[in-house]
């Protein structure tokens, strides 16, 4: 038995490994393809995920790009922004339909450029402010002109009138001449109720707004709140003032303020005056003492001085022009109310007589309606 036995065992040993290894193999076989398969899964899977991902991102590409492609075609509401031209020719509107709206229905419905088209606008002329002596001479050049370009239709005579016009007009130094790097001195003077107070606060809140640092002279003290009005206008602005009680010596404020000015390093240093005195000879002699004071304290350094007119008041500006030019030496003038005359004459009138620029336009009651002059743009404002 223990032969058969190991001989039958083994041989049973024998026939059993093969067996085994057999099913081991078809076990690893097994695992294999199983793993291999779990691989493929996994793999689907990605790719699925893969695929899903790219279309969820294609899909926001896609929605992203539509709302790109609304909001650029969205039409924006137009704005209409109003240049500064246009804004002028508003606030001109009276001087543009007034007297230079007349002047061109002169010109308008006849067949021959004669006489008594001429004689017809010397009248309007006249009766629109503008003087005698200044009305003769513009007829004078408007004549030779049209000679000299051969005009025949009446019609084309307003456009040489607006170029004869502008001729009168001076276009060089019509800014405030403000150097960087030293005390700059501003004189302003006029006659009381022209907007003298007014004018130089917007002028003070101007130059503070342009990062300059600015002192202002109460030196009227002797008309009446006329110190607590410029205070108010100065305090609006940003700027310092300098004040004495009122009837205290001009003299003496505009020396303080020139003090004050050097000790600040202000930019610029503006001086208020009395508009109004007993008579030529007081208001010469005072703008004399205060000119005086200017130019021991600034030495030749030049410094402007300018008259302040009513644009509203015709030959009475002009004559008050004629005074201040002789009493003082102006450097230019500043014309306010303009957006209220149906005139506007008189910038012709006190550049022609005078020769001495314009620098501001005061055209409404906003410190933007304070603006510096250009002559083309007003010529194009009022004969548009």
Known sequence: MGFFNRFFGKKKDEKIEPELEKIEQESIEEEQEY??????????????????????????????????????????PKVEKRSFFSSLKDKL?????????????????????????????????????????????????????VKSRGVKNPEDVYPVLKDVLEGYLINENTSLDIQPGRMNVILVVGVNGVGKTTTIGKIASKYVKDGKKVVVGAADTFRAAAVEQLEEWTKRAGAEIVKHPQGADPGAVVFDTLQAGEDKKADVVIIDTAGRLHNKNNLMKELE??????????????????????????????????????????????VTKLDGTAKGGILFSISEELKKPIKYIGVGEGIEDLREFNSKEYIQAIFD
């Open 35 to 76: 793993i291999h398969s779990q691989n493929e899964q996994e793999l689907e899977e990605e790719i699925k995920i893969d695929e899903i991902v790219d279309k969820v991102v294609k899909e926001e590409s896609e929605i992203e790009e539509e709302i790109q492609n609304e909001v650029v075609h969205i039409e924006k």
């Open 93 to 145: 509107f009276k001087s543009r339909e007034g007297l230079f709206g007349t002047l061109k229905n002169i010109f308008t419905g006849k067949s021959i450029v004669d006489g008594e088209m001429y004689e017809e606008l010397e009248d309007t002329l006249v009766q629109s402010d503008i003087g005698i002596e200044m009305t003769l001479k513009i007829v004078k050049d408007l004549k030779a002109e």
């Open 289 to 334: 003492k205060i000119n005086n004071i200017i130019k021991k304290k600034i030495g030749d350094q030049p410094y402007e001085s300018i008259l302040v007119i009513d644009g509203t008041t015709g030959q009475n500006g002009l004559i008050q022009a004629r005074v201040f030019n002789e009493v003082t030496n102006l450097t230019g003038f500043i």
